[in-house]
């Protein structure tokens, strides 16, 4: 990428920060902002955990104001995907605002989900994340609001669909704008290398348009979309496209436009409300990706439908479903937006999460990423990221590290590339390189309790094996749950795995000690780990309550949690006020 490209991309993501720090806190005009912003949540717990924090959010002014925010979950029962949740979600909008649906332009952010490779944003929500921006702080929420701030006002009433999880910057022209005012679809394209066309949608566009040329932004039609093709399928369909002179993203000969966001005219939205009613109650996932766009173009065929490589769970009825989509969007015109000076970022896993925070030079000049954001942390020898935590002066965070929700207490130090989230730790303790630690509030008993899992960075939560009898396959810090057991006095027959018994993981091993205060739940966590790691022994007290990271989800107190970040909140403002 050119420097002129990066500084272009920079200026225009800072310029488009200041519209919406300009918006914080006050009562937007009609027209400015959204008429409605909608989360989608998987369950009614998440749904409760949305709203508090909103409300929350709204009551501290660090969101526009005089405008809807909406929190919809998906209904009991089995998986709907994002694909099912957007159809959810329109219908709640329609029973909602009835006719004036038509009128508004409404920003649908899926934000559904356990997180399960980022868990730290499990209990409150991935959408909810933090970001080492802003004051008062980013969230994921307000990034997303903030990088889309200028498509309202150059927008026919209509929904636009995008994920919690992933940033799209990008820059145009300054007498250009990103503008939804077509009939059906209008989606945002990014120039990619073919290798990321592989694990995300591509679309294949009339080939004598422009390549990539001098221009920041072109407007073209699209003849269909691929989801996750091979290389070979991009280049038979004519996605790959040739680089030539300008273009500002990338160094590769050859590229492809990928997806992100995507626009629907209110007219369409009407005819997904249809859809619905002909597919009656979902039993399957539908993806708002690969089996919405995949039905568009004049040169969408039916063939996708029985292609389920890329489905994590197929259920019997997920051809039929697919083909019902396919006939009801056939022939519903994709329009693309290519924005050849943009970047795609994922954030989703904690891997991509320590490196964009920690790491990633590009993003952090693009966006004005800070070492230490609403923080009380004064330590210069830190070379890791504090978020919205009190550090003790005397404690250290190591390089590649995150520390976010939390308090540190003096002498404690965490080592490279490790998490530490909502957790609350012990003076002199030391957290080992590599380790994912969050402490989550539960009921138990009555009573409030206090559960903090520990994971390795890379350990892979969703793994999973068909019973206790086959757990070798799992593995906590590269150990095995027997190893792991052992170093904790107990045999295989103690471990418990929560949920259904025909799917063990490391999610539901109940491997975490229940205890009466945030303090020693961290402190247990950690001396358990540390046994692991040296091959020592550790005693738990007797009749300890072990939970798994699923259990703690399921009976998690969310006001105590919210409280803990008030208290936070409270104690930086004040002192940081008094100084």
Same mark, same amino acid.
């Given at each position: 990428?050119?420097?002129?490209?990066?500084?272009?991309?920079?200026?225009?993501?800072?310029?488009?920060?200041?519209?919406?720090?300009?918006?914080?806190?006050?009562?937007?005009?009609?027209?400015?902002?959204?008429?409605?912003?909608?989360?989608?949540?998987?369950?009614?717990?998440?749904?409760?955990?949305?709203?508090?924090?909103?409300?929350?959010?709204?009551?501290?002014?660090?969101?526009?104001?005089?405008?809807?925010?909406?929190?919809?979950?998906?209904?009991?029962?089995?998986?709907?995907?994002?694909?099912?949740?957007?159809?959810?979600?329109?219908?709640?909008?329609?029973?909602?605002?009835?006719?004036?649906?038509?009128?508004?332009?409404?920003?649908?952010?899926?934000?559904?989900?356990?997180?399960?490779?980022?868990?730290?944003?499990?209990?409150?929500?991935?959408?909810?994340?933090?970001?080492?921006?802003?004051?008062?702080?980013?969230?994921?929420?307000?990034?997303?609001?903030?990088?889309?701030?200028?498509?309202?006002?150059?927008?026919?009433?209509?929904?636009?669909?995008?994920?919690?999880?992933?940033?799209?910057?990008?820059?145009?022209?300054?007498?250009?704008?990103?503008?939804?005012?077509?009939?059906?679809?209008?989606?945002?394209?990014?120039?990619?290398?073919?290798?990321?066309?592989?694990?995300?949608?591509?679309?294949?566009?009339?080939?004598?348009?422009?390549?990539?040329?001098?221009?920041?932004?072109?407007?073209?039609?699209?003849?269909?979309?691929?989801?996750?093709?091979?290389?070979?399928?991009?280049?038979?369909?004519?996605?790959?496209?040739?680089?030539?002179?300008?273009?500002?993203?990338?160094?590769?000969?050859?590229?492809?436009?990928?997806?992100?966001?995507?626009?629907?005219?209110?007219? #369409? !939205?009407?005819?997904? &409300?249809?859809? =619905? $009613? @002909?597919?009656?109650? +979902?039993?399957? /996932?539908?993806?708002?990706?690969?089996?919405?766009?995949?039905?568009?173009?004049?040169?969408?065929?039916?063939?996708?439908?029985?292609?389920?490589?890329?489905?994590?769970?197929?259920?019997?009825?997920?051809?039929?479903?697919?083909?019902?989509?396919?006939?009801?969007?056939?022939?519903?015109?994709?329009?693309?937006?290519?924005?050849?000076?943009?970047?795609?970022?994922?954030?989703? #896993? !904690?891997?991509?999460? &320590?490196?964009? =925070? $920690? @790491?990633?030079?590009? +993003?952090?000049? /693009?966006?004005?990423?800070?070492?230490?954001?609403?923080?009380?942390?004064?330590?210069?020898?830190?070379?890791?990221?504090?978020?919205?935590?009190?550090?003790?002066?005397?404690?250290?965070?190591?390089?590649?590290?995150?520390?976010?929700?939390?308090?540190?207490?003096?002498?404690?130090?965490?080592?490279?590339?490790?998490?530490?989230?909502?957790?609350?730790?012990?003076?002199?303790?030391?957290?080992?390189?590599?380790?994912?630690?969050?402490?989550?509030?539960?009921?138990?008993?009555?009573?409030?309790?206090?559960?903090?899992?520990?994971?390795?960075?890379?350990?892979?939560?969703?793994?999973?094996?068909?019973?206790?009898?086959?757990?070798?396959?799992?593995?906590?810090?590269?150990?095995?749950?027997?190893?792991?057991?052992?170093?904790?006095?107990?045999?295989?027959?103690?471990?418990?795995?929560?949920?259904?018994?025909?799917?063990?993981?490391?999610?539901?091993?109940?491997?975490?000690?229940?205890?009466?205060?945030?303090?020693?739940?961290?402190?247990?966590?950690?001396?358990?780990?540390?046994?692991?790691?040296?091959?020592?022994?550790?005693?738990?007290?007797?009749?300890?309550?072990?939970?798994?990271?699923?259990?703690?989800?399921?009976?998690?107190?969310?006001?105590?949690?919210?409280?803990?970040?008030?208290?936070?909140?409270?104690?930086?403002?004040?002192?940081?006020?008094?100084?």
């Amino acid at each position: 990428m050119s420097t002129e490209s990066m500084t272009r991309l920079q200026t225009a993501t800072k310029e488009k920060l200041r519209r919406f720090n300009s918006l914080r806190g006050r009562e937007v005009q009609p027209g400015e902002f959204w008429d409605a912003v909608v989360l989608t949540a998987v369950d009614e717990s998440q749904r409760e955990a949305y709203e508090l924090q909103i409300s929350e959010k709204v009551h501290r002014k660090e969101l526009p104001l005089g405008i809807h925010f909406k929190v919809f979950s998906d209904p009991p029962g089995s998986k709907i995907g994002n694909g099912g949740s957007t159809l959810y979600a329109l219908q709640q909008l329609n029973e909602v605002y009835g006719k004036a649906l038509g009128t508004l332009r409404i920003i649908l952010i899926h934000a559904g989900g356990w997180s399960q490779r980022l868990p730290s944003a499990s209990a409150l929500g991935k959408i909810f994340t933090a970001l080492p921006l802003g004051d008062p702080l980013y969230q994921m929420l307000e990034l997303k609001l903030a990088i889309y701030v200028d498509f309202p006002p150059h927008m026919t009433p209509g929904v636009l669909v995008t994920c919690a999880d992933d940033i799209e910057l990008y820059s145009v022209s300054e007498d250009e704008s990103v503008t939804f005012d077509k009939p059906g679809f209008t989606a945002l394209a990014h120039p990619s290398p073919l290798s990321v066309g592989t694990t995300h949608g591509v679309f294949v566009c009339h080939a004598q348009e422009k390549s990539c040329d001098h221009s920041e932004m072109e407007s073209t039609s699209c003849l269909n979309f691929l989801h996750k093709p091979s290389i070979q399928k991009m280049q038979e369909s004519g996605a790959v496209r040739k680089r030539q002179g300008g273009c500002f993203s990338l160094t590769d000969a050859e590229f492809v436009y990928t997806d992100s966001t995507y626009y629907i005219n209110s007219d #369409t !939205t009407k005819a997904f &409300l249809n859809l =619905l $009613t @002909e597919l009656g109650p +979902l039993e399957c /996932e539908i993806d708002a990706y690969g089996d919405f766009l995949q039905a568009l173009g004049p040169k969408a065929t039916i063939d996708y439908t029985k292609n389920t490589a890329n489905v994590s769970k197929e259920e019997s009825s997920l051809v039929e479903v697919r083909q019902k989509i396919f006939h009801h969007l056939k022939g519903t015109p994709l329009n693309v937006i290519l924005l050849n000076n943009s970047k795609f970022y994922h954030i989703g #896993t !904690t891997s991509e999460y &320590l490196f964009h =925070l $920690t @790491e990633d030079v590009a +993003l952090r000049r /693009e966006l004005g990423l800070l070492t230490s954001a609403f923080s009380l942390h004064t330590n210069e020898n830190s070379d890791g990221c504090v978020m919205y935590s009190v550090l003790h002066p005397s404690c250290s965070v190591g390089a590649g590290s995150v520390v976010e929700y939390s308090r540190l207490e003096a002498g404690v130090s965490v080592g490279r590339g490790s998490i530490i989230s909502s957790c609350c730790v012990s003076a002199g303790l030391s957290v080992p390189d590599g380790v994912f630690l969050h402490s989550v509030c539960v009921n138990h008993k009555h009573q409030t309790r206090y559960v903090t899992v520990v994971f390795g960075i890379n350990d892979d939560l969703k793994r999973s094996v068909e019973s206790p009898a086959h757990m070798k396959g799992l593995k906590l810090f590269g150990f095995t749950l027997t190893e792991c057991l052992s170093c904790w006095g107990l045999n295989n027959e103690a471990l418990r795995f929560s949920g259904d018994p025909a799917s063990c993981s490391l999610w539901n091993s109940c491997l975490f000690p229940v205890c009466s205060d945030q303090q020693s739940s961290c402190l247990m966590s950690v001396e358990m780990l540390q046994a692991v790691l040296c091959g020592s022994k550790f005693t738990l007290p007797k009749d300890t309550k072990l939970m798994s990271m699923k259990e703690s989800l399921q009976s998690k107190n969310l006001e105590e949690m919210l409280k803990f970040r008030r208290g936070l909140y409270d104690d930086i403002t004040q002192i940081r006020s008094n100084n």
